[in-house]
């Protein structure tokens, strides 16, 4: 009598070994787009973070019409997008929003939206803190 496996017996285990690395990658990919997300809203919070800052430093007290203006003194870097994408950013002043230009007096930007697109297909945006979000 041969001692070894039969092919049905290999063939259970090679099947099962396949059916635990699928849900393995499966589970991995949806942990690296969650990772990715929770990422995007922290830098969305950041950036909230320094616009107030300097909202509440600027004489006018209005956000910037341009977010870049917060590097150096509010934040080292405008943050990009895990995947290498900008976030969009856009200052408006009055209600509707009408574009904004803060060396004009008069036209100060009075709100602002930091819009994002998360993996699990939803958007997120930041506005002004106790404007609803």
């Known amino acids: 009598m041969k001692k070894g496996f039969t092919f049905i017996e290999i063939l259970v285990v090679v099947t099962i070994i396949g059916l635990l690395a699928g849900v393995g990658a499966i589970s991995y990919s949806q942990f ?54 900008d976030y969009t950013y856009s200052a408006s002043r009055d209600n509707p929003p009408v574009p904004c230009d803060d060396s004009v007096i008069g036209s100060e930007c009075t709100s602002y939206a930091l819009s994002i697109s998360l993996e699990v297909g939803e958007s997120y945006v930041g506005t002004p803190y106790g404007s609803g979000n």
Do not use: C, Q, W
């Open 32 to 85: 690296t787009k969650s990772s990715r997300d929770a990422r995007r809203k922290a830098d969305v919070e950041n950036l909230r973070a320094a616009l107030e800052m300097y909202r509440s430093n600027h004489a006018r007290s209005s956000y910037p019409d341009d977010i870049n203006n917060l590097i150096g003194s509010y934040i080292d870097i405008i943050p990009k997008d895990p995947k290498g994408n």
